[in-house]
T-cell receptor, first 113, second 112 residues
Framework: GESVGLHLPTLSVQEGDNSIINCAYS??????FIWYKQESGKGPQFIID?????DKRQGQRVTVLLNKTVKHLSLQIAATQPGDSAVYFC????????????FGAGTRLFVKA | DGGITQSPKYLFRKEGQNVTLSCEQN?????MYWYRQDPGQGLRLIYY???????QKGDIAEGYSVSREKKESFPLTVTSAQKNPTAFYLC???????????FGQGTRLTVV
């Protein structure tokens, strides 16, 4: 497997603050990127995606930034709420040349009330 | 309601036994996947299928087998050859390989 970490990095933020979760991806040929949220004991849920022809995409309270030069992806969550507490995964993939989606190790977001 | 369903939610198996995890989707998706997740870790791809009657090994296929006889079903068998089968297993589907995946709620397998 790729990018499987033994210990999840943790980000702790105060309720109402903005959160930024970072992800370094490995494959320069990746042309799509997806952020997922996983709550305890559940399957991951789609949050937002971005294609390589974009460098920014906004959703409801979330923004994804893509920097292809340094192979870096970030997820920004505005006005973080207790319900945002979860593990967040980035996934990268190639849409050509066969299936190759790789999940990052994940970051645990803890929101303090 | 459209979605992806995994069953059972919890499964206990004795060492040396094979066990099959069910995954069904009614989203009319072509692609289906099985991932394994260990505590505090990310998702690792076991097998994936892009179309009926076709499937490919992922990164950790040893000790597992799958079938894709119907578009909506992608069962995973954990065989006795899998040395460390205790884990959380996630099934997912997507319209195609480069679109968002919809995940089931997972099956937690424990070998006793």
């Amino acid at each position: 497997g790729e990018s499987v970490g033994l210990h999840l990095p943790t980000l702790s933020v105060q309720e109402g603050d903005n959160s930024i979760i970072n992800c370094a991806y490995s494959n320069s040929a990746s042309d799509y990127f997806i952020w997922y949220k996983q709550e305890s004991g559940k399957g991951p849920q789609f949050i937002i995606d971005i294609r390589s022809n974009m460098d920014k995409r906004q959703g409801q309270r979330v923004t994804v930034l893509l920097n292809k030069t340094v192979k870096h992806l970030s997820l920004q969550i505005a006005a973080t709420q207790p319900g945002d507490s979860a593990v967040y995964f980035c996934a990268e993939g190639e849409s050509t040349g066969g299936f190759k989606t790789i999940f990052g190790a994940g970051t645990r977001l803890f929101v303090k009330a | 309601d459209g979605g992806i369903t995994q069953s059972p939610k919890y499964l206990f198996r004795k060492e040396g036994q094979n066990v099959t995890l069910s995954c069904e989707q009614n989203l009319n998706h072509d692609a289906m996947y099985w991932y394994r997740q260990d505590p505090g870790q990310g998702l690792r791809l076991i097998y994936y299928s892009q179309i009926v009657n076709d499937f490919q090994k992922g990164d950790i296929a040893e000790g597992y087998s799958v079938s894709r006889e119907k578009k909506e079903s992608f069962p995973l068998t954990v065989t006795s050859a899998q040395k460390n089968p205790t884990a959380f297993y996630l099934c997912a589907s997507s319209i195609w390989v480069d679109t968002e995946a919809f995940f089931g709620q997972g099956t937690r397998l424990t070998v006793v």
